[in-house]
């Protein structure tokens, strides 16, 4: 087994400069920072937790409260913070909430209970308030997840743009009756997404009707639901917006066994540009979140707020979206050259 | 902040029988756990693990190492596994080893330094004997993945009938020529699943072809490529086995896009039974694994182990796997009502 020893003559630095590396300390080059990791990684050097925590009171440990890892939005996510961490030797604990808010408080207090040095919300089920008393205990937060009453650093993107881009888009295809589906909305994500989409209509001096919108569409299946049930009336809508590749898929995958053509009888947006918008055939139009850039940012700040011991204090940092214009929406995307 | 005699009140229980739940003792009725438990959620009270911990040498935590969490088979794996640890207080700390066998061994460390109570390794990098060490510390069950030499609990499903069973149904329906693709070539599951389609093969008195053998195909643009490869080859297969649904939906997508019809000019089956499956039109045949059945005995196993401080010892669970027959292998798949 090799030791701290070890890695600092193989490394041809100082053991406290190891030392400094491995306990994250500011100050050392990164030039210094490259030669430890890799003498660490070539002697398979795993810095002891243990002793680490009794110097510094850490656990060396961050946990990410996610809703499901099935979402492919979350997974990705995790993918990145995951990498990101372990580049300063943390690991993740990932924590599914279920969407339940009980189980949220359940996991929060992990900080209280000093099995993590900081917390990753990436979707609130609670109100801030019930939230804010654990902040007392360390960093916490919140990435995709937004709330303008919490005093924590918050990295996300831009989801009003976001549901104003797509739709507007939509407009210019020609569309007038426009429907609406998003997954849970009450979240504040889902909120700012629909205030977009208000918004793009409203411009465009277009009215909403109501009965065209679907605020519980999660799944593919509920896709091939919500086709279904619009597929009868004779004023439906020409084009749906979601807030989800697979509620999108679904509807274009029912669309398509019922012989209608994508985008001419109807036209489709989806959310996260996932794997599966580019196997369907038409190509599904889709909203690219910039995913690796803000889980990069989510973990810079959180790694400075552990070391810096500063648990609260607003900080923002919003990202752009990108449209990515397919075959779903548009006949000839892929002859113009848009992508 | 409720407490432990707050629970116990609440529950009408001993302050012993709660803390006996607690600490996931042996010989307490389910219906007293499920009282307990339902008193701990009801108050949201949440047992101190530094103060477990110091009682019975345990952390809660149990690490859970996949390859990675986007690989909707893990992040479904992982589902499962959560919940289930959930319901005995145990927390998972998820970490990706990326494919590298240095990291794995840095994950299995979190062992050596009493990090986690055990270890779920769910794709092995290291021969067995670099992890065999590490089960001195604590319990390592395989679970998905086996090992002919390893002394520890494996729980898996079997490949060699999933790659005989695929392949059979492909020769059934009048083919000759089949190409093979896996992930990972060097990995225990991917041979066993050779091995069941090699043995098809022989069966039915045909040939394999090591022209048609594509070994590094994980994702759907490598399926793109595969199709890409074959399909101005005059001698070329008739159908294709896959152990991965995105890369079936790869081959699928860009032979649609060629003008090719499916299944008449190329069968494809996938692995995983996942989503997109069934979104594809024509939709895909696939093996359904036991993942969550998997999940649940996994777990059941490594917390007996953790209690009893049992470590070593062979116990082998092996399950079944379900062919899915769909439209991409056979014409009239839904017709002859085959699902």
């Known amino acids: 087994m090799a030791t701290i020893e070890d890695v600092a003559r193989s490394a041809g630095l100082s053991r406290t400069t190891v030392s400094r590396v491995i306990n994250d300390h500011p100050y050392v080059s990164i030039a210094k920072k490259k030669k430890v990791?890799?003498?660490?990684?070539?002697?398979?050097?795993?810095?002891?937790?243990?002793a680490r925590s009794l110097r510094n009171q850490r656990t060396g440990m961050i946990a990410v409260l996610i809703p499901r890892v099935m979402n492919p939005f979350?997974?990705?996510l995790i993918e990145t913070l995951e990498l990101a961490a372990a580049e300063s030797f943390y690991q993740l604990i990932i924590c599914q909430t279920q969407y339940s808010a009980k189980k949220e408080l359940t996991y929060l207090n992990l900080l209280k209970t000093k099995q993590v040095d900081g917390v990753i919300l990436t979707s609130a089920e609670n109100d801030w308030s019930a939230i804010e008393g654990f902040t007392e205990y360390g960093p916490v937060i919140l990435c995709n997840e937004f709330d303008e009453r919490a005093n924590v650093p918050m990295i996300y993107m831009d989801q009003q743009e976001a549901g104003y881009?797509?739709?507007?888009?939509?407009?210019?295809?020609?569309?007038?009756?426009?429907?609406?589906c998003?997954?849970?909305?009450?979240?504040?994500?889902?909120?700012a997404r629909e205030e977009?989409?208000?918004m793009a209509l409203h411009e465009a001096?277009?009215?909403?009707?109501?009965q065209y919108a679907f605020r519980e569409a999660i799944t593919s299946s509920d896709g091939t639901e919500i086709f279904r049930s619009i597929r009868g009336d004779s004023g439906r809508p020409t084009a749906i917006f979601t807030g989800s590749d697979e509620v999108a898929a679904g509807i274009v995958s029912e669309a398509l066994r019922h012989g209608w053509s994508i985008p001419r009888d109807l036209a489709v947006t989806g959310f996260d540009n996932q794997v599966i918008t580019e196997l369907m055939?038409?190509?599904i139009t889709t909203v690219e979140q910039p995913v690796r850039e803000m889980a990069l940012k989510t973990m810079e700040v959180l790694l400075e707020r552990i070391r810096n011991r500063q648990y609260t204090g607003t900080e923002r940092h919003q990202f752009s979206m990108k449209l990515i214009v397919r075959e779903s929406?548009?006949?000839?995307?892929?002859?113009?050259g848009i992508q």
């Open 37 to 50: 990791k890799e003498a660490m990684e070539e002697l398979g050097y795993v810095p002891n937790s243990a």
């Open 74 to 76: 979350f997974s990705q």
């Open 165 to 180: 881009k797509a739709t507007r888009h939509l407009i210019e295809q020609g569309h007038r009756k426009i429907a609406y």
């Open 182 to 191: 998003c997954g849970r909305f009450r979240s504040n994500v889902a909120s």
């Open 196 to 198: 977009g989409f208000m």
């Open 205 to 210: 001096g277009l009215a909403f009707d109501e």
């Open 281 to 283: 055939n038409p190509r």
């Open 329 to 336: 929406t548009h006949m000839q995307a892929e002859l113009a």
